[in-house]
């Protein structure tokens, strides 16, 4: 067999998997569900602001998971974009306020910062050796700790809220936040790359089987390293519009975000067997996770079971995962 048609099999096979009819089906059954529970018994959740708070809050989730498709697809896991997240914001915010930058600037240094933090994951994980998730468990405190050192454990405020980036980024556009549409917008671009471009198809291919992705010549470690750049720079993206929109950096910032993006990815369908994966299905994580959570609040649930929750839905989403593998093999 030669490695040309090795490749165009492993393509195929992977791109015939990221279909999502009628996968991501269930997940909009599941996800309309879950708001008539909440919604029945308690209307005030269909008000215009209280969805206008869950579709925030997803989307500053999403712009990371979208990114986070990538590398479960290669069978990857990164631990620390909360931490990038948080560095990322906590960065921007102190170079507008102490070094007088101007917002824009401070912002494309914080998301250059966030993708160097990002692809520093992936090339410790080829020089090492070792599962990327192993990696990001300890930069994954590195991250936190220097956003710490760099706020000097205080949350950062006092910023110019009148800068046209946090009354435009911060705002709200045809009525919904800006945070939205930007999200809609990766998603429609990650979609596209994911599923038509040559390096969607190599991460499909590495995801499917290394080994032959390897022999083809496909260089593994620089995919891995462009992958973690990538959702590197969509963690600290997220940070710099969660800061446009509160104008402020808390400590505490980003800290159970990692939990919530690989819940939402699991959830959409992205096989941890890796080779196939859906931005659509990660999008409806998203808001399967962000629903949960305000269901929790309007059933006066203690909001200390929200991790609970979220790590019971994690064990549930895998072991469906492994359900549906087993019988399809």
């Not at 990002?118 to 090339?123: E, I, K, R, S, T």
């Not at 609970?308 to 839905?313: E, K, N, Q």
Request: charged share 10%; proline share 3%.
């Amino acid at each position: 067999m030669s490695a040309s048609h090795l490749a165009g099999e492993a393509k195929t096979d992977a791109a015939a998997r990221i279909k999502w009819w009628p996968e991501d089906a269930g997940l909009v059954v599941v996800f309309a569900l879950m708001i008539l529970a909440i919604g029945i018994p308690y209307p005030e959740f269909f008000s215009f602001g209280s969805i206008k708070t869950v579709l925030r809050q997803s989307a500053l989730i999403g712009i990371i998971a979208f990114g986070m498709v990538f590398l479960v697809a290669m069978v990857e896991i990164d631990l620390s974009v909360g931490g990038i997240f948080a560095t990322a914001s906590s960065l921007a915010a102190l170079l507008i306020k102490f070094h007088h930058f101007d917002p824009w600037i401070a912002v494309a240094i914080a998301l250059f910062a966030g993708s160097v933090l990002g692809g520093l994951n992936g090339v410790f994980a080829g020089v090492l050796k070792v599962p990327l998730i192993i990696v990001s468990l300890g930069t994954l405190s590195a991250y936190f700790g220097l956003h710490l050192i760099l706020s000097d454990g205080k949350a950062v405020y006092g910023l110019p809220k009148d800068h046209p980036f946090f009354t435009w980024l911060g705002g709200d556009l045809f009525e919904l936040p800006v945070s939205v549409w930007m999200s809609i917008g990766c998603a429609i671009v990650l979609y596209f790359v994911f599923g038509h471009t040559r390096f969607g198809a190599t991460v499909r291919a590495i995801g499917s089987n290394p080994v032959a992705a390897e022999f083809i010549g496909i260089n593994t470690s620089l995919i891995r390293v462009c992958a973690t750049a990538l959702v590197g720079l969509l963690a600290a993206f997220s940070g710099v519009m969660t800061l446009a929109y509160f104008k402020a950096v808390d400590t505490s910032s980003g800290r159970n975000l990692g939990l919530q993006v690989i819940a939402a990815v699991v959830i959409g369908g992205t096989s941890l067997a890796g080779g196939t994966g859906t931005i659509v299905g990660a999008a409806l994580g998203v808001l399967i996770i962000t629903t949960i959570d305000s269901g929790l609040v309007f059933y006066g649930v203690n909001l200390n079971y929200s991790e609970f929750v979220t790590g019971a839905v994690i064990v549930g989403a895998i072991a469906l995962d492994r359900i549906s593998k087993r019988r399809g093999g």
